[in-house]
C-alpha cells in the first residue's frame, strides 16, 4: 500500500449493527436501507478523498475517473464517472467507520463470519443531467468462469433524493438467480441492462432516498436502478462491495452479453480479486 496522504480517518466513534428484523427483511427483499452507517464528520472526511480524484487536474493519474469501459476521462456534462480500488491508492479508506460498520452488516446479512469477507471500492460521479442506470443486477458484468457470494453497500457523500439518483431495487427479485442482461449501447461501452423478455414488474420499485450518512445494501443479484440526475448538483457515491473469493466453476456460466463485450474489446481481461486494497489473479 501506498502511504496515505489524507491522514486517518476523524475519531469520532459510532458502531452500528444489523437487528434482527433489519436481517430477515433483507433475506426476503434482497435489499435494506440503513438510516445512519457513519459519521458526518467521516463523510465529510471521505468527500476530501473523491473529490481529490474526481478533480479534471487527476485525469489520467492513478485513481483517477474513468468511463464504464475503462477509459480515463474528464469531466463531461451528463457523463457518468467511475474510480474503481480507490483503496488501493488511498488506503486510509480502509481504517473507516464506514467499511468496519458495512463489513459488520455484510457479514450479518450474508450469513458468513466477517473474517471470511474482503471488500473492494467503487466512487461514482453522476453529473447534472446523468443518464439512468438501467435496471440491472452486479452479478452481470462479473466473469462467466467463476461462482460469486457478495452484497454491495451504497453510501452517497449527502443527502440524495430519488430526483437526483438514488437507488431503487425489485424487492425479492434476488430470488430469481443470475437473469438474461443485454448491452445497452456499443459492446465495448458495457453498460447492461436487464433483458425486456425477463418482465421486471417495475411497479414494485422500492426507492431508497438517503439522508446524509445513511446507506443501502443489495445482494449481488437483486435487481435495481438509478433514476437520472434531473437536479443541478452532481450525485456523489461511494459503493463498496463485500465479498467471499471467488470460487472457479468446471463450467462457465452462459453470459452472452458477457461475450459481446469481450469480443469488442479483444478478448477477456485477466480476472483480478481486489480484496481491501491488494490486487491478485484469480
Known amino acids: 500500500m501506498t502511504e496515505m496522504m489524507f491522514g486517518p480517518p476523524p475519531a469520532v466513534p459510532f458502531e452500528a449493527s444489523p437487528s434482527r428484523d433489519e436481517v430477515e427483511f433483507f433475506q426476503e427483499n434482497g435489499f435494506l436501507a440503513v438510516e445512519r452507517l457513519t459519521s458526518d464528520e467521516e463523510i465529510d472526511w471521505l468527500r476530501r478523498i473523491y473529490e481529490h480524484i474526481f478533480d479534471p487536474a487527476n485525469a489520467g493519474q492513478p485513481g483517477g475517473p474513468v468511463d464504464r469501459s475503462g477509459v480515463r476521462i474528464p469531466e463531461v456534462r451528463g457523463k457518468l464517472q467511475q474510480s474503481f480500488f480507490p483503496e488501493v491508492h488511498f488506503p486510509e ?127 449481488s443479484e437483486t435487481l435495481h436502478y438509478t433514476a437520472p440526475n434531473a437536479t443541478d448538483q452532481a450525485r456523489l457515491a461511494f459503493p463498496m462491495e463485500f465479498q467471499l473469493k471467488p470460487v472457479r466453476r468446471q463450467t462457465p456460466v452462459i453470459m452472452p452479453w458477457v461475450d459481446e463485450h469481450r469480443a469488442a474489446v479483444g478478448g477477456p481481461s485477466p480476472p483480478l480479486y481486489v480484496a481491501d486494497g491488494q490486487i491478485s489473479r484469480l
Open 93 to 219: 479508506i480502509l481504517q473507516t467507520t464506514y467499511v468496519r460498520n458495512a463489513r459488520r452488516y455484510a457479514a450479518a446479512l450474508l450469513k458468513v463470519d466477517a473474517s471470511r469477507l474482503t471488500s473492494w471500492g467503487h466512487m461514482i460521479r453522476k453529473a447534472p443531467g446523468g443518464r439512468a442506470a438501467a435496471w440491472h443486477q452486479d452479478h452481470a458484468y462479473w466473469q462467466p468462469e467463476f461462482d460469486y457470494y457478495a452484497l454491495g453497500v451504497w453510501l452517497p457523500m449527502h443527502d440524495v433524493s430519488v430526483e437526483m439518483g438514488a437507488m431503487q431495487f425489485i424487492p425479492g427479485s434476488h430470488k430469481l438467480g443470475l437473469v438474461k442482461h443485454r448491452q445497452e449501447d456499443d459492446p465495448a461501452e458495457n453498460v447492461l441492462s436487464v433483458d425486456p423478455l425477463v418482465g421486471v414488474d417495475l411497479s414494485k420499485a422500492v426507492a431508497c432516498p438517503l439522508r446524509k450518512g445513511g446507506a443501502t445494501f443489495h445482494h
